[in-house]
Structure formats: C-alpha cells, structure tokens
C-alpha cells in the first residue's frame, strides 16, 4: 500500500478538525467531588492547615452597583458569598475577561474601622477599602471543603 499527499491531507483535516473541537471543550481537570453548574467557572484548590482542602468556583452572574451589605444579602441568595480579598486579587490574575471593568466588593471588613470594606479594582488592579454604603459592583463564589486531608 502507497500512501498519497491526498491521504496526508485528508488526515491532516481529521486531526486538525479533532484539535479544534478539543480547545473548544472546558478544561478536562476538575477535582474530586467538584461538578460545575451551567456557567460556573472553576477557580482553583487550596490546602488549609488542618489539612482539609477547599474548592472555589466563581458563579455565574453579576450583580450591579449596590451596598456592601446588600451585596452580601445578594450572594447568599444565590448560594454563594463574597469572595475573600485574597481571593479577588487571585480572580483579577486568572479570569479578569469573567468581570467588567469596575469595582467589586469583597467580603473582608477593613480590621481597624468596621465602617469600611475592601474592594478589587478589575479596571487596573488595585485594591483598597471604602465605605459600605458605596455603590459597587459583586461577583459570588462558593466553596467545598473537601472531608478528606492531604
């Protein structure tokens, strides 16, 4: 049996076309006992000292500008929390396309003055604290503490 440039090139097409539907796919590693809802991003793992390892996944949908506590009254509704400032200044590197370009509340109070809380600036980056009755935007997340340790 000869092999033609025609059989090279059909082959080629086929695995081409294969290549594309996979890049199209979500990405193939999601931890155990993690599933995702329509929408929902996988953010990442982390071990906590005990030893337990917490899943974070970023819900699907945004609430527009509203109160710090209006905000967190919204996630829970939702089935989710605030995320922690930590974990906002990991979303602003890993998924900034996930958020407009505006201001985000956290769930992390400013420790010396309970009036204040912080906030992720997904135009530029920056963090910083304000007033809880600002007007700011929210994105959700919930976690899953995994009963098995490391």
């Known amino acids: 049996m000869s092999i033609t440039l025609e059989d ?68 829970k509704s939702i089935g989710g929390e605030l995320p922690s400032r930590a974990m906002q200044a990991q979303l602003y590197d890993l998924m900034p396309e996930e958020f407009k370009e505006a201001a985000y509340w956290s769930n992390t109070q400013h420790s010396g003055n309970s009036y204040y809380a912080w906030y992720q600036n997904f135009t530029n980056g920056d963090q910083h604290y304000g007033g809880k009755d600002g007007q700011l935007r929210a994105r959700a997340v919930r976690q899953i503490i995994s009963n098995s340790v490391i």
Do not use: N
């Not at 990442?44 to 109160?67: E, M, N």
């Open 8 to 75: 090279i090139k059909f082959e080629h097409s086929k695995l081409a076309a294969m290549i594309a539907v996979f890049e199209q796919q979500p990405a193939p590693y999601l931890p155990e006992g993690v599933t995702l809802a329509a929408g929902e991003r996988f953010i990442c793992s982390i071990t906590r000292p005990d030893g337990k390892i917490v899943h974070t996944i970023l819900l699907q949908g945004d609430a527009d500008g509203a109160s710090w506590g209006d905000q967190m009254k919204w996630a």
